[in-house]
């Protein structure tokens, strides 16, 4: 099983700024799902969250699912990295307890 088809090439798609189609031949939906997310983990790209992907036939007969991908907007990156470094530094800022155990 192997991802079989994608339009646009992923390049395009970045360079224009929308989605992409990806075409698994997996055997079922669950695979698919986690065949296309790995293969969009190696490209920098994310699979939109659809439970079920899209099935459809090729004219030879063959059973592919398909998922839309996308890159992920710089901002949404950003203020991902922004909100880990707010947690850490709220982390950081907390009191320290007492060891468990300890008597007065």
Same mark, same amino acid.
């Given at each position: 099983?192997?991802?079989?088809?994608?339009?646009?090439?992923?390049?395009?798609?970045?360079?224009?700024?929308?989605?992409?189609?990806?075409?698994?031949?997996?055997?079922?939906?669950?695979?698919?799902?986690?065949?296309?997310?790995?293969?969009?983990? /190696?490209?920098?790209?994310?699979?939109?969250? /659809?439970?079920?992907?899209?099935?459809?036939?090729?004219?030879?007969?063959?059973?592919?699912?398909?998922?839309?991908?996308?890159?992920?907007?710089?901002?949404?990156?950003?203020?991902?990295?922004?909100?880990?470094?707010?947690?850490?530094?709220?982390?950081?800022?907390?009191?320290?307890?007492?060891?468990?155990?300890?008597?007065?």
């Amino acid at each position: 099983m192997a991802i079989v088809q994608v339009h646009p090439a992923p390049d395009e798609a970045i360079r224009l700024d929308i989605p992409l189609f990806v075409d698994s031949d997996a055997g079922t939906n669950a695979q698919a799902i986690l065949e296309v997310d790995l293969w969009c983990e /190696e490209r920098g790209l994310v699979r939109a969250r /659809e439970s079920y992907l899209r099935t459809l036939r090729t004219p030879e007969g063959v059973l592919l699912r398909r998922a839309i991908c996308y890159q992920p907007p710089v901002a949404m990156e950003r203020q991902a990295a922004e909100d880990f470094a707010n947690i850490k530094r709220h982390v950081a800022a907390m009191p320290e307890t007492a060891p468990l155990g300890e008597d007065e």
